[in-house]
């Protein structure tokens, strides 16, 4: 078992940056791939980042690359989602979410764990 929570969010003004935290509960944090989603109201919930359980791999969705940065530390059960040069249309509700594997990492369906949300307005 797994407990996600997440931190961070706020109102920002388009071009600023905010940094997400999610911090895990247990010792088994470091076994599992971890990513992070957003949903905008009215949209279906969307893969922004994932992690591979070492922090040595990567993933984003095309949109997120060079504005987005995921990471992790495993010391602190905890992985990060920097998020720059951030603009309105990234207004949404941001999750972090567990699983097993590195396969899938889009599918919403393929994790086991969530968080419960934070929420990040940016404001034109």
């Known amino acids: 078992q797994v407990q996600l929570v997440e931190s961070g969010g706020g109102l920002v003004q388009a071009g600023g940056s905010l940094k997400l935290s999610c911090a895990a509960s247990?010792?088994?944090?470091?076994?599992?791939?971890m990513g992070w989603f957003r949903q905008a109201p009215g949209k279906e919930r969307e893969f922004v980042a994932a992690?591979?359980?070492?922090?040595?791999?990567?993933y984003y969705a095309d949109c997120m690359k060079g504005r987005f940065t995921i990471s992790r530390d495993n010391a602190k059960n905890t992985v990060y989602l920097q998020m720059n040069s951030l603009k309105p249309e990234d207004t949404a509700v941001y999750y972090c979410?567990?699983?097993?594997?590195?396969?899938?990492?889009?599918?919403?369906?393929?994790?086991?764990?969530w968080g419960q949300g934070t929420q990040v307005t940016v404001s034109s």
């Open positions: 979410a567990a699983k097993r594997t590195e396969f899938d990492l889009g599918d919403i369906r393929k994790y086991d764990y």
């Open positions: 247990g010792r088994t944090f470091g076994t599992y791939v």
């Open positions: 992690t591979s359980w070492s922090g040595g791999r990567t």
